[in-house]
């Protein structure tokens, strides 16, 4: 198995930019997936892949990797952007998507 | 549309049974892994089991290893949680979630609604 590890916590001032981050030693073989889950809500895939948004998902939403790190950008945040953020990616044998982070709770000020 | 609805969830004793339906639709269901994915109140995000198109590739969490058992019948377009033994810490809403592994990355794209499962004496 493996581990991702997020910050519990994240604000942002509205219109501004954030970055949510994902770390874990599978990342440096797989991508990470992005979820936003609102309260009650079933989570909602944002971005997966080198930088790819399923569509109905808007561009300020993007994602990056680099060595052990993925991140999420959210470029001009808005309200309804308030959500808790799960990455995900492959377990280290790579045979299925079998780890999540902790998750990150967004808050927009 | 595309959709996923599950079903099953309930109340059980610990020790108990429950069996967790999935139904798809909108969507050629046999090209897909399925997978279950569960939520324990108050809780992160936490991968419970997947099973290839063809259910020849099944995997389980540590956690449910030996007590549950994924299914799935692509004639009906249904996938199936069998869950024994159950515990307290089983108590969650269970989702059902499509692996889009493909060229453009790994994801679970479309989610359920869930269903809840409760532990409890």
């Known amino acids: 198995s493996s581990e991702l590890t997020q910050d519990p916590a994240v604000s942002v001032a509205l219109g501004q930019t954030v970055r949510i981050t994902c770390q874990g030693d599978s990342l440096r073989s797989y991508y990470a997936s992005w979820y936003q889950q609102k309260p009650g809500q079933a989570p909602v895939l944002v971005i997966y892949?080198?930088?790819n948004r399923p569509s109905g998902i808007p561009d300020r939403f993007s994602g990056s990797s680099s060595g052990n790190t993925a991140s999420l950008t959210i470029t001009g945040a808005q309200a309804e952007d308030e959500a808790d953020y799960y990455c995900?990616?492959?377990?280290?044998?790579?045979?299925?998507?079998?780890?999540f982070g902790g998750g990150t709770k967004l808050t927009v000020l | 549309e595309v959709q996923l609805v599950e079903s099953g969830g309930g109340l059980v004793k610990p020790g108990g049974s429950l069996r967790l339906s999935c139904a798809a639709s909108?969507?050629?269901?046999?090209?897909?892994?399925m997978n279950w994915v569960r939520q324990a109140p108050g809780k992160g995000l936490e991968w419970v089991s997947s099973?290839?198109?063809?259910?020849?590739?099944?995997y389980y969490a540590d956690s449910v290893k030996g007590r549950f058992t994924i299914s799935r019948d692509n004639a009906k377009n249904s996938l199936y949680l069998q869950m024994n033994s159950l515990r307290a810490e089983d108590t969650a809403v269970y989702y059902c979630?499509?692996?889009?592994?493909?060229?453009?990355?790994?994801?679970?794209?479309?989610w359920g609604q869930g269903t809840m499962v409760t532990v409890s004496s």
């Open positions: 995900n990616s492959r377990d280290s044998s790579g045979n299925h998507l079998g780890v």
């Open positions: 979630a499509r692996d889009t592994s493909g060229s453009r990355g790994d994801a679970f794209d479309i």
């Open positions: 892949g080198k930088n």
């Open positions: 909108g969507f050629t269901f046999s090209s897909y892994s």
């Open positions: 099973i290839s198109s063809s259910s020849s590739y099944i």
